[in-house]
């Protein structure tokens, strides 16, 4: 009975910090605009949505990859994942839901969008470096 | 003994842990963060313990089994003092650090006492099912401790980036233990499968604590009410 109940509460908690921890990451780069070579690569010219993440993701994994991100790009695939786990479930039942994960799931691909811009720059940098060395 | 996965996951947990202490002396966190540090450092030293046991004596040994389970315990009570850290610099501006201090101080001895009481009435197996109720208990009163913090952080606007990633992190991590304890309770048949998860959720912590230490600045902020799932 206590270690059920031990349980139900720890999913709880999990869930709840889990999301405001990928939140959290994210954070970040919501106020931070896609530079122009993000939005020529991408061909995303207005706010980011779920539909394109697959696509940046492809992107990204293009791109040399810098290790210190490797962490948060997996965490916020997972994020998106469980968002998505959540609208095709729960939201079935709790409309209100539905545009909560919606627009959540956009911001992990303005987040992805924003990472690949970084890694775009960190490229160019390497290569310049190379080329001057 | 623990196939090559194992042995890569341990060494991998061991390597983040000394990650975190290395990326607070570089940032300069090393002192603010003492108690975090310590808590990592003392995880170092344990896993590398255990590392040695292993060698000598084998994974089956009671004496793997006895010093696994009671350093696990051990740890957990250490972490306290790393959340109680963390309460203390949340409420720092209420000058309510000596009603902190005092909490920590009746928590710990109630845990102590809690514990005592019941190695006390199981002395005949002492490593079986108690020692994962035990560290089940823990982990979940951590976590509660956790969720406390967290409303705190939230009712009163804490905006310090780090800080933040610091509690919803340890928040993961003591829910992650809870339901795998509660778990292995429940079901003692998959008990097997579900040792395997802990070292995997060992990583955690520490790789999240390195990521605040080395990629947020300690002036970063952020509203923590955009955070919240409730609100």
Redesign the interface.
């Known amino acids: 009975m206590m ?2 109940f ?2 139900v ?3 709880i ?9 990928c ?3 994210i ?2 780069s919501v106020r931070e605009p896609l530079s122009q070579e993000v939005q020529e690569v991408t061909g995303m010219t207005r706010a980011a949505t779920e539909e394109e993440f697959a696509r940046v993701v492809q992107l990204l994994q293009l791109c040399p990859e810098r290790p ?1 991100e490797r ?2 790009i997996s965490l916020i695939r997972t994020y998106f994942r469980m968002l998505g786990v959540i609208r095709s479930t729960i939201a079935k039942i709790v409309p209100s839901l539905e545009k909560w994960a919606a627009a959540e799931r956009s911001q992990c691909t303005h987040f992805v969008a924003v990472v690949l811009g970084r890694r775009i720059a960190f490229s160019r940098n390497l290569f310049a470096q190379q080329m001057s060395g | 003994m623990p196939g090559l996965f194992g042995y890569i996951v341990w060494l991998l947990g061991a390597l983040l842990e000394a990650g975190v202490v290395v990326c607070a002396i570089r940032k300069k966190a090393l002192r603010p963060y003492l108690f975090l540090n310590m808590y990592m450092a003392a995880s170092l030293f344990v896993s590398v313990s255990r590392y040695n046991i292993l060698q000598s004596y084998g994974l089956t040994s009671p004496q793997y089994m006895y010093f696994y389970y009671y350093s696990d315990a051990l740890l957990t009570i250490f972490l306290y003092f790393a959340l109680t850290s963390l309460f203390s610099r949340v409420f720092s501006e209420m000058q309510a650090e000596q009603y902190v201090k005092l909490g920590a101080v009746v928590l710990l001895s109630g845990t102590a006492l809690f514990s005592y009481a019941v190695v006390n009435q199981s002395q005949s197996r002492l490593v079986t099912h108690f020692v994962v109720e035990l560290s ?2 823990l982990y ?1 009163v951590g ?1 509660v401790l ?2 406390v913090l ?1 409303a705190a952080v939230l009712k009163l606007r804490e905006t310090r ?1 780090r800080l ?2 610091l509690v ?2 340890l ?2 991590y ?3 233990f ?2 795998d ?3 292995r ?2 079901y003692p048949s998959m008990t097997t499968l579900l040792q395997i998860l802990p070292p995997l959720f060992g990583c955690f912590l520490p ?2 604590w390195a ?1 605040a230490f ?2 947020i600045p300690e002036e ?1 902020r ?1 509203a923590p009410a ?5 609100r």
Do not use: D, K, P
């Open positions: 270690a059920a031990i349980l509460c720890s999913v908690f999990l869930l709840q910090f889990f999301i405001s921890y939140r959290s990451l954070a970040a210190e962490g948060e | 089940q208990n979940f976590l956790t969720y967290w980036t933040i990633q919803l992190s928040g993961v003591f829910s992650l809870a339901a304890y509660a778990l309770n429940l790789a999240a990521y080395w990629r970063a952020l955009r955070l919240a799932v409730i």
